[in-house]
Nanobody
Framework: QVQLVESGGGLVQPGGSLRLSCSVS????????MGWYRQAPGKQRELVAI???????NYADSVKGRFTISKDNAKTTMYLQMNDLKIEDTAVYYC????????????????WGQGTQVTVSS
């Protein structure tokens, strides 16, 4: 069974930094695409950043130049380095495995973590 667990959230002042981690466990062959999403109170969940198996990345306009998505060489942990945080970055951040190869030719989609709270406040 595939599980995703986020960590690294917390309270930070405007202009500060945080690094989120997402660990993937379970018997899988590879992770094809992963992403970070966030949901602020009263708002819809939105895409923050995506990274593909070959390292291509894509970011929401609101975080470009401030956030960096990455993954480790084993491709089982994903990170989100968040710099120059703003009050409007306050949200619950979710890790998503958009596409996983369980075995060659067998795929699963949309596995979510439980979320980690990021609060930016002075």
């Amino acid at each position: 069974q595939v599980q995703l667990v986020e960590s690294g959230g917390g309270l930070v002042q405007p202009g500060g930094s945080l690094r989120l981690s997402c660990s993937v466990s379970g018997t899988i062959f590879s992770i094809n695409k992963m992403g970070w999403y966030r949901q602020a109170p009263g708002k819809q969940r939105e895409l923050v950043a995506i990274i593909t198996d070959d390292g291509r990345t894509n970011y929401a306009d609101s975080v470009k130049g401030r956030f960096t998505i990455s993954k480790d060489n084993a491709k089982t942990t994903m990170y989100l380095q968040m710099n120059d945080l703003k009050i409007e970055d306050t949200a619950v951040y979710y890790c998503n495995a958009l596409k996983i190869t369980i075995t060659p030719g067998r795929y699963e989609y949309d596995h979510w973590g439980q979320g980690t709270q990021v609060t930016v406040s002075s």
